[in-house]
């Protein structure tokens, strides 16, 4: 049996303290393939490739049975921020 979609926000959240996390199962229900949005104040500093790393690092026991690992962003807090507000629409004037 794969890993479950709790397992893996239990595992980045007690090692990542992320302010915002998103985890979906893209295996169909296996649990054998996953995308993830973190934010985490651990990035601050860090360039994406470290981010990603430390992402598996939080994840070894996981990635022992999980096949597939799309981490769509890898944020700090002020750069998720900085994204959402960019998203916001625009009052008309």
Request: glycine share 6%.
């Amino acid at each position: 049996m794969g890993v479950t979609k709790e397992q893996v926000e239990s595992s980045l959240t007690s090692k990542l303290k992320p302010s915002h996390l998103e985890v979906i199962d893209t295996s169909g229900g296996c649990g054998a393939s996953f995308a993830i949005e973190i934010v985490s104040e651990q990035f601050e500093g860090k360039r994406l490739l470290e981010r990603h790393r430390i992402v598996n690092v939080a994840l070894e026991e996981e990635m022992k049975q999980i096949h597939a690992l799309s981490i769509k962003k890898a944020q700090t807090l002020e750069q998720w921020k900085q994204q959402h507000e960019a998203e916001k629409p625009k009052p008309d004037a």
